[in-house]
């Protein structure tokens, strides 16, 4: 059986990589349609390398015969639509931050809690978390199960793409007037990108956290175990794909490097490349289009009792984002729809 599928948000780096992973695994659809707004209308989306789609409005689109609905538009779009392609019967798989946090609303990484997608059928969505953590909670849920954690303490690397496409021409923009010897004013971010870190994304909170750091925080419980503590500083680096983490746990019981790493090797989507040599880790750009959440760096940490820390890198753009949703509609059809 196949099903039909809409792409919310299609003209998006998230929907154009949703659109590409579709036809990569051959996902069981008969009918695949790309909504945007409609200053998008009419114009080309890519379906793999061969099928082209016409852009059509997401606003005047009748969802009803849809089956999932793949939705990457903002988060003011979500709240609208969203609801919309559910009440017409679609099961919609939501990559915004508006539903994440809603109690109805599974929030899922299927690697980590694929059991929580029955709980979809009390609004019909379908919550993707925060790219960022995706790839964490990935590499914690391994370690998590062997020795139980306590605390999580994080600091992310976070490239440009996850800030859009235009936030990645800033980059671009700004390094070429870097060597004419002109200046750019950054229009997308606080402060100029190229040649810089930024220690923040997202809004300012009452707490001085960001908006990130607080996704990280709530998700994490959400997904994983209420009872972990987190504390995330989230930094935008001038990279364009690819996110990278330097992650500190405390566990309840000891565990060693050596089983840490044979742990994560074992977990599913996760691949250790971990060799103490110059150049035996993985960084942001060689993962680029890769599907899996990579781990390096593993070693204990003496500072506190049982402790450990790892350095995690994925591409934010598919397991970050479009892959993640597109596993969930895997797991979907294989038992809930």
């Not at 671009?172 to 870097?178: E, H, M, Y």
């Not at 990130?212 to 990279?239: F, G, N, Q, S």
Request: aromatic share 6%; proline share 5%; hydrophobic share 45%.
């Amino acid at each position: 059986m196949g099903y039909r599928v809409a792409v919310v948000g299609a003209t998006g780096n998230v929907g154009r990589e949703m659109l590409q992973i579709l036809a990569e695994r051959n996902f069981p659809a008969d009918d695949v349609v790309a909504l945007a707004s409609a200053r998008s209308v009419g114009a080309q989306a890519s379906f793999g390398d061969k099928s082209i789609l016409k852009v059509q409005d997401l606003a005047k689109f009748d969802f009803k015969g849809i089956d999932i609905v793949l939705s990457s538009p903002g988060a003011k779009v979500s709240a609208e639509h969203s609801p919309r392609a559910a009440k017409a019967g679609a099961v919609v798989i939501d990559n915004t931050s508006f539903w994440r946090m809603d109690p109805d609303v599974p929030l899922v990484v299927p690697e980590v809690n694929a059991q929580a997608i029955a709980g979809y059928k009390g609004r019909g969505i379908i919550a993707n978390p925060n790219c960022s953590t995706i790839q964490m909670v990935v590499a914690l849920k391994p370690i998590h199960e062997a020795a139980g954690i306590k605390r999580v303490v994080v600091s992310t690397y976070q490239s440009t793409s996850g800030a859009g496409k235009e936030a990645m021409d800033e980059l671009v923009s700004q390094t070429k007037s870097f060597f004419v010897n002109q200046t750019l004013d950054p229009v997308k971010f606080t402060k100029n990108i190229a040649f810089n870190v930024i220690p923040q994304i997202d809004v300012f909170m009452e707490d001085g956290s960001t908006k990130e750091e607080w996704k990280m925080v709530a998700e994490t419980k959400k997904i994983l175990d209420p009872k972990i503590k987190v504390h995330a500083t989230c930094v935008r680096v001038p990279t364009f794909i690819g996110h990278a983490e330097a992650i500190n746990v405390e566990l309840d019981k000891p565990l060693d490097e050596v089983e840490a790493r044979r742990l994560l090797a074992a977990a599913p989507g996760v691949l250790v490349v971990d060799r103490r040599e110059p150049g035996g880790y993985v960084t942001p750009k060689e993962i680029t289009g890769q599907d899996g959440v990579f781990v390096s760096r593993v070693r204990v940490d003496p500072t506190v009792d049982n402790g450990l820390s790892m350095w995690v890198v994925s591409d934010n753009l598919r397991k970050g984002a479009a892959l993640n949703a597109i596993q969930i509609a895997e797991e979907l059809i294989k038992g809930y729809i």
